[in-house]
């Protein structure tokens, strides 16, 4: 049995308590969007193992024009209702209700109004131009919503870019709010002591989680001179939230804050009913090793792929790496089954490991390159022999070139003078 297999299988042994839970199924999701946010919902299902579903982009941008998000719709989006109510969250990131048909947008309403499907959607009403936002307001979907779409467009500030809300980021501590960033207070304050996005007006009802003190008194708030960043409500049997930036912005990016993948993970968990954990810090530990662990993954392929094109055979490489997902997994049911300490000391084990397959990756590397530098060296000396010889043949030996002898009529002349 290969070591890092009979490791996890004592771990097993170790632990039947643990794994008496019953893991919890990942929260299935729908994101869509703008093409621009795409690979950062992407990323988040990449390393959070309680998180899957499916990605389409439903807004241009960059390379990913109109007939690609039209023909990623028709693949990949759910085809009928009761498919898209097998999900249990809707991520709206920016959308264009444009490439969204009528029949689709009361599809989604439907899934939260009657069926309880959390959601959030981004960048308070979508954009900061009429043509997106407008059509938002008035679609069905943004009642389900915590922000008054329609009342933001109308606003005196709204699309004025110098006048929206901006200034330090404040975490609500209010003790009965599910704690979504509640946990993170300190840290995140002092992370961002200046933000801003696009001004939000919760709705009656709402509960909201962070604010921006941007000093705007004139918007419809219960908190006058905060603007709503991240706020929620229940909205029949569902919950749903309203971000005020955007998936790409610094609050979202995990090298800038590195509590994001806590709170989005919060947030979607919330809107799936699921219950938070309590210890919001210590699962952000086990998070970083479950991100840290995607991270060298994707670095080490990259070192596979890169000897593999110069001949070096990665076959047993890859099947450790197999083996080591399979070690992986075992975390990942730890993880879901709420058993943290134990999913954090194996994710230890897969770490030590995967930086040991790291290096032998680059000593393969090395070995495959040693070659490319023997040919390399040969060549250079080579030719250095070959030009070197030429020029010792012709500049030094000379013997093509002696100087011709003097005639007899040459030496005359000379005498002449």
């Known amino acids: 049995m290969h070591p890092r297999i009979l490791t996890g299988s004592i771990l097993l042994l170790l632990l039947p308590i643990a794994l ?3 893991p919890m199924e990942p929260v299935q999701i729908v994101g869509t969007g703008k093409a621009q946010g795409m690979p950062f919902i992407r990323n988040w299902i990449l390393i959070e193992p309680s998180i899957d579903g499916v990605i389409v982009p439903t807004r241009e941008s960059g390379s990913v024009g109109a007939r690609d998000i039209e023909r990623l719709m028709r693949i990949y989006f759910p085809r009928t209702f ?3 109510i097998s999900y249990d969250f809707l991520f709206l990131a920016q959308v264009d209700m444009a490439f969204i048909s009528p029949k689709r947008q009361q599809w989604m309403y439907d899934a939260i109004a009657e ?11 979508m954009s900061m131009q009429t043509w997106w936002s407008t059509p938002w307001a008035e679609s069905v979907l943004s009642d389900a919503f915590p922000n008054e779409a329609m009342a933001v467009i109308r606003s005196s500030i709204y699309g004025v ?9 404040v975490v609500e501590d209010d003790e009965t709010l599910a704690p979504v960033a509640r946990p993170f207070k300190d840290r995140l304050e002092d992370l961002f002591p200046g933000y801003g996005g696009l001004p939000t007006i919760p709705r009656p009802g709402s509960k909201v989680h962070t604010w921006i003190r941007s000093g705007i008194r004139d918007l419809s708030s219960p908190r006058p001179g905060y603007t709503a960043h ?6 029949n049997d569902a919950v749903t939230f309203t971000f005020m930036d955007m998936v790409y912005d610094n609050f979202w990016r995990s090298n800038i804050n590195p509590f994001s993948l806590d709170i989005i993970t919060n947030v979607m968990w919330r809107g799936a009913h699921r219950e938070l954990p309590e210890d919001g810090l210590k699962v952000h530990v086990l998070r970083d090793r479950l991100a840290y662990y995607q991270q060298e993954k994707t670095a080490v392929i990259s070192v596979f792929d890169f000897a593999e094109t110069f001949g070096a055979n990665t076959v047993d490489l890859y099947r450790e790496l197999e ?21 954090y000391q194996q994710m230890e084990i897969v770490i030590d490991e995967l930086n040991k397959l790291s290096d032998n990756a680059l000593k393969l590397k090395d070995q495959a390159l040693l070659w490319v530098y023997v040919i390399e060296y040969l060549a250079v000396a080579g030719t250095s022999m070959v030009c070197g010889g030429v020029l010792w043949f012709l500049m030094i030996k000379r013997s093509l070139y002696r100087e011709a002898g003097v005639t007899r009529r040459q030496s005359m002349r000379h005498e002449d003078y």
């Not at 069926?115 to 009403?125: A, D, E, P």
């Not at 075992?330 to 943290?340: G, I, M, N, Q, T």
């Open 20 to 22: 008496c839970a019953e």
């Open 115 to 125: 069926h309880g499907l959390g959601g959030v959607n981004t960048r308070s009403v």
């Open 323 to 343: 083996d080591l997902d399979e070690e992986k997994r075992l975390a990942d049911d730890l993880y879901l089954s709420a058993e943290f300490d134990e999913a």
């Open 82 to 84: 009761e498919d898209l």
């Open 161 to 169: 870019s110098i006048t929206w809300p901006s200034g330090p980021l």
């Open 230 to 235: 991240i706020f929620e409500w229940q909205y």
